[in-house]
């Protein structure tokens, strides 16, 4: 598999990872004040998916930039 292809599939399971931290958080607010450690769980996967989604983001600039680098070869 590609990089791409490899960064699009991660992506999608931070995305889970993230949902489901910001749940926990939620539901574990019902009880009372959380610990720090679930309050603070969905950043990682946040930082994580900012990079993610700003290199796929990013794709189709560089794929425009190499066909025209090969154009003028």
Not at 26 to 40: K, L
């Amino acid at each position: 598999m590609t990089l791409d292809i490899w960064v699009r599939q991660i992506h999608r399971w931070l995305s889970i990872a993230f949902t489901v931290a910001v749940a926990a958080n939620f539901i574990v607010r019902i009880w009372g004040e959380p610990p720090s450690w679930i309050v603070y769980s969905p950043l990682l996967p946040l930082f994580l998916l900012l990079f993610s989604g700003l290199y796929m983001f990013a794709l189709p600039y560089m794929a425009k930039s190499r066909r025209k680098a090969n154009a003028l070869q």
